[in-house]
């Protein structure tokens, strides 16, 4: 007879697909930087890359504080998403868009492991695990300054430039 699923492993599930989520990011950013017109675009990128990696490193210390191997499963809805960042830097290569459409295919990104590290946050509270909220809060604070980022170079360029005949 199947053990009915708790809240416990609707987290450990979560945590997967979001460390799943961030080593394909992690694998897109330099993808993205070398796509990129700007030169603020390309280091934005690139920075973003480092930060990605050391989200990846306190996932790992949140799987190994509920004592589960730091594994991923496979999230179909960032693979749709990056595979919709590369559907853009493909149709847009030489076009004065493709900045703005790179920022928006980033800030999707963001916006998913914006709404995926939230809900780990109140899980983790609700679960009592105290170790794991502020490595979560963490991961959810850089994902929101590279948002409010990708917003600012949006509003300065890319999207003005994206508007200029080619």
């Known amino acids: 007879m199947a053990t009915t699923k ?14 799943f989520a961030e080593k394909q990011i992690l694998r897109a950013l330099p993808k993205m930087a070398r796509a ?13 890359r480092d ?25 179909e809805a960032i693979q749709g998403i990056i595979a919709d960042g590369e559907e853009i830097m ?6 004065p868009a493709l900045d703005a459409g790179l920022l928006s295919a980033a800030q999707a ?22 170790d794991a909220v502020p490595l979560l809060k963490a991961n959810l604070a850089e994902e929101e300054a ?12 890319a999207n003005a430039n994206g508007q200029k005949a080619a």
Not at 51 to 74: D, M, W
Not at 90 to 95: L, W
Not at 109 to 130: M, N, P, S
């Open 51 to 75: 930060e990605t990696q050391g989200q990846i490193e306190r996932l790992g210390k949140v799987f190994e504080f509920i004592g589960k191997p730091a594994r991923g499963k496979t999230c």
């Open 6 to 19: 708790q809240l416990d492993d609707l987290f450990l599930d979560t945590l997967k697909d979001i460390y």
């Open 109 to 130: 990104v963001e916006h998913y492991e914006i709404a995926r590290y939230g809900t780990l946050i109140a899980w983790a509270t609700q679960l009592g695990l105290k």
């Open 146 to 157: 590279t948002d409010k980022k990708l917003t600012e170079l949006a509003e300065k360029s």
């Open 36 to 48: 990129a017109r700007s030169e603020e675009g390309k280091s934005g990128f690139l920075q973003h």
């Open 90 to 95: 493909e149709e847009f290569k030489d076009s």
